[in-house]
């Protein structure tokens, strides 16, 4: 059995999430708790923190439905319920994951191959280095000097800390979900986005979605759920693991495409929706931070993911990562010594439904009210937010979940591809598309 739910906790946060986006829910049960804890079981309050991310979007949306707790709690953990073609991807790298340094431990990630590449060569390592190559490479070291070595090649790898409560609470002080309205005469956004009545609480709206690696992908994912028509633009040169995309890839159309073209700019037009997922000062350098895009397109809804926040516009990271320097590993530690994790990157699914949950907000916002509109969150805020919650003492070890019961399969591109189901009741997921197989354009 899954310790009881914090309803109170939840509810918090829920009651902080409406007032921060200024959205009255729709629904009468608001305040209803939810039927059983999400069974994320962890010392900090992982189930809480995904209830109220879920169902935000459903409050924003008009969905009066509670979502099943057993459904969230695989859909956050979909990397697990993912098959292709009947297998499971192994979706870690051997050079993603914690080592001992010879003073503590870090935090590594090189997943993609970019990444991985420049792992190897701040640790002087060959090409076929394996895990045990990175571990003996790592321990003699210091833990700031093997981040220092591995970041100057511009890899990615953070040293595993302790909480630091004071730094969490400043964080906390400022919004989770940080709205900003951008003043212009356009009233109600592109004519026809959202208006129509079919069903799809964003029929009609178009979302340009800029994002990879789960949270943003995710944020697309709910918004092609809910009727938006999504399609994910990737840069030529940037490979995306395919297990990777088909896990967040439901609905939309997905294409390659250089964001200095003019077609670029075609779409960019034509867009009610952009989602930024990429370092901000990658998107300052193509043009592409939220000011430079309400600049030139003053209608537009910009909801902004960064891992760190924008007062760290030049530093990449994961939920991996960010959990590992703000504290959460080490309280989620089995041992008292190593660092741990949490059942899942919950970080990223819960930053994925709190700003698709602002996007609906905001487009209603926009309608009523006119103007463009900004909203931005981080993965570090989301960690702080979760480190602020009341904490348990250790779980007991988590049911064993029927995936059959929570899980949907289509055919892509000739193979059947198993994935978590979608957590907003009523609404199913259209298939994704093999990645970058679309044209672009609307």
């Known amino acids: 059995m899954n310790e009881p739910t914090n309803h109170a906790a939840a509810a918090a946060l829920l009651f902080r999430v409406r007032t921060e986006l200024g959205f009255v829910a729709k629904s009468a049960d608001v305040g209803t708790p939810p039927p059983k804890a999400v069974p994320l079981p962890s010392r900090l ?15 924003a949306a008009g969905i009066g439905s509670l979502p099943d707790p057993d459904r969230i709690a695989v859909a956050y953990r979909s990397d697990r319920a993912l098959t292709i073609g009947g297998l499971s991807p192994y979706v870690w790298s051997p050079y993603s994951g914690f080592f001992r340094a010879s003073d503590g431990w870090i935090r590594t990630h090189g997943n993609y191959p970019h990444h991985a590449t420049r792992l190897r060569a701040g640790l002087f390592l060959a090409d076929d280095a394996d895990a045990e190559d990175v571990r003996a490479a790592i321990l003699p070291l210091r833990a700031a ?4 070595r591995i970041t100057a090649e511009r890899g990615l790898a953070v040293r595993v800390l302790d909480e630091n409560p004071e730094h969490d609470a400043k964080l906390r002080a400022t919004p989770l979900l940080h709205v900003e309205r951008i003043h212009s005469p356009l009233r109600g956004g592109r004519q026809g986005a959202g208006d129509r009545d079919d069903g799809a609480p964003l029929a009609g709206v178009r979302v340009l979605d800029l ?34 995309h088909l896990d967040t890839g439901h609905g939309k159309r997905t294409a390659l495409l250089d964001a200095r073209t003019d077609r670029f700019e075609e779409l960019l037009a034509a867009a ?12 300052d350098r193509l043009g592409l931070s939220a000011s430079a895009l309400l600049e030139r397109h003053p209608g537009l809804v910009v909801s902004q993911l960064s891992a760190w926040g924008i007062d760290e516009p030049s530093r990449a ?50 309608r009523r009210e006119g103007g463009g509109w900004v909203v931005r969150t981080s993965l570090r805020r989301v960690a ?22 929570h899980t949907s399969a289509f055919e892509v591109a000739g193979q059947t591809v198993t994935t978590a189901a979608s957590v907003l009741p009523g609404l199913e997921f259209a298939a994704p598309h093999r990645w970058g197989s679309d044209q672009p354009r609307w």
């Not at 189930?47 to 409050?59: C, K, P, T």
């Not at 000097?145 to 220092?148: M, R, S």
């Not at 918004?223 to 040169?237: N, Q, S, T, W, Y």
């Not at 702080?384 to 019961?405: C, F, I, V």
Request: glycine share 10%; with cysteine; net charge negative.
């Open 317 to 366: 990271g994961f939920d991996s990562l960010v959990q590992a320097e703000s504290g959460v590993a080490m309280i989620e530690t089995r041992d008292g010594d190593g660092p741990g994790a949490l059942p899942a990157q919950a970080l990223d699914h819960s930053a994925g439904y709190l700003l698709a949950a602002a996007v609906v907000s905001l487009l209603g916002r926009r």
């Open 272 to 283: 009610d929706v952009v989602v930024l997922g990429y370092r901000p000062e990658s998107l």
């Open 45 to 59: 309050a992982t189930g809480e923190l995904a209830w109220a991310s879920v169902r935000a979007v459903g409050l």
């Open 384 to 405: 702080a937010e979760l480190l602020g919650m009341p904490r348990s003492s250790r779980p007991e070890a988590g049911q064993e979940l029927d995936l059959t019961a």
């Open 211 to 244: 994002t990879r690696v789960i949270a943003g992908p995710v944020c697309s994912r709910t918004l092609a759920l809910l009727g938006a028509d999504v399609i994910r633009i990737d840069p030529p040169h940037l490979l995306e693991p395919e297990w990777q």
């Open 145 to 148: 000097d093997a981040v220092d």
